[in-house]
């Protein structure tokens, strides 16, 4: 099994939390990825907290890289244009090689014009900044992360997690990328197009949440539930139930049935040999057509194409 070597750049004012999360993640995937750190010069690097890290390698690990992580630096550190170092460092990249940005590590991409013409996301609080500062890439602030090809980008700390498990997912499929979230006890899947931020994650005390009827949907995803079944199981009204779901989880009911039915399918493509009208139908979907239609708004692939892929992957 050849191990994909992922390596993770630290730059002065770094988050120690997310420069972690790499390492946290994809070593947790059976081995199937080897993390090293490295700095632009080999030296230790000040993080925004009050102690430094001293990392293990230079700029050189880059060249070696299958897959590169930029980790974010506190915003007191962002600039417009990056440092001759940077711009050295970032040249030893490979041609084709996969290239993630967590939070702010977005600036350093779109500083060293890797992302003009792109679509990207950032941070929802440093949006309005970037916009200002690189007008040539095609920011989209409300999402978790963007997945475009070769290049990923991911918003605040808890996305990095995120971003993380979609490389798992992507390398190895649904099951590998939960066992993965099971171990480091983090949600196992978050979709790229969820809402950053999100009004009430948490209910008001006192108030009705939507969690219990969320479990009992995610049991009978085969059924064609309505906002009437799901605000009926959950004794609310409609209006009420829609409003409250859009503040637990930044998704309107229809469209987060939408996304876990892609998500059931993509593991049922991995894992089975069903037909993809066998797959529409357990998940939920009228037609097989009609999954065909949301798996590829999604991930932009038709079934058999991902179910190839995965194939020959694993």
């Known amino acids: 099994m050849r191990r994909e070597r992922v390596v993770v750049l630290a730059l002065d004012g770094v988050y120690p939390f997310e420069l972690g999360i790499p390492s946290r993640i994809l070593g947790a995937a059976d081995g199937r990825y080897e993390v090293l750190t490295c700095s632009v010069d080999g030296r230790p690097v000040r993080t925004n907290a009050d102690f430094g890290v001293t990392v293990e390698h230079g700029p050189e690990a880059l060249a070696t890289a299958d897959t590169v992580v930029i980790a974010p630096v506190a915003p007191a550190h962002l600039a417009d244009e990056v440092s001759d170092d940077v711009l050295a460092a970032l040249a030893l990249i490979r041609p084709g090689t996969r290239i993630v940005s967590i939070c702010t590590g977005a600036f350093v991409l779109a500083a060293a014009g890797l992302l003009d013409g792109r679509r990207a996301t950032t941070h929802w609080q440093v949006a309005d900044r970037f916009r200002r500062m690189f007008p040539r890439v095609d920011l989209d602030p409300d999402v978790l992360f963007v997945d475009d090809h070769p290049f990923l980008t991911s918003a605040g700390a808890a996305s990095g997690v995120d971003i993380c498990l979609h490389l798992v997912r992507k390398d190895h499929g649904s099951r590998l990328a939960n066992s993965v979230a099971r171990r480091c006890v983090v949600p196992p899947f978050r979709d790229g197009g969820q809402a950053q931020y999100i009004d009430q994650p948490v209910p008001e005390?006192?108030?009705?949440?939507?969690?219990?009827?969320?479990?009992?949907?995610?049991?009978?995803?085969?059924?064609?539930?309505?906002?009437a079944d799901l605000s009926g199981h959950a004794r609310m009204s409609q209006r009420t139930f829609a409003r409250r779901f859009h503040d637990e989880v930044g998704l309107s009911p229809g469209r987060w049935?939408?996304?876990?039915?892609?998500?059931?399918?993509?593991?049922?493509?991995?894992?089975?040999?069903?037909?993809?009208d066998q797959i529409a139908g357990r998940v939920g979907f009228a037609t097989g057509a009609s999954l065909r239609q949301h798996l590829n708004a999604a991930i932009g692939v038709s079934p058999q194409a991902y179910r190839r892929t995965f194939q020959t992957a694993r």
């Open 205 to 227: 005390q006192g108030a009705a949440s939507t969690a219990a009827t969320r479990a009992w949907a995610l049991e009978r995803l085969d059924e064609p539930l309505t906002l």
């Open 257 to 276: 049935l939408i996304q876990q039915r892609v998500v059931r399918a993509r593991h049922l493509l991995e894992s089975s040999d069903l037909t993809v």
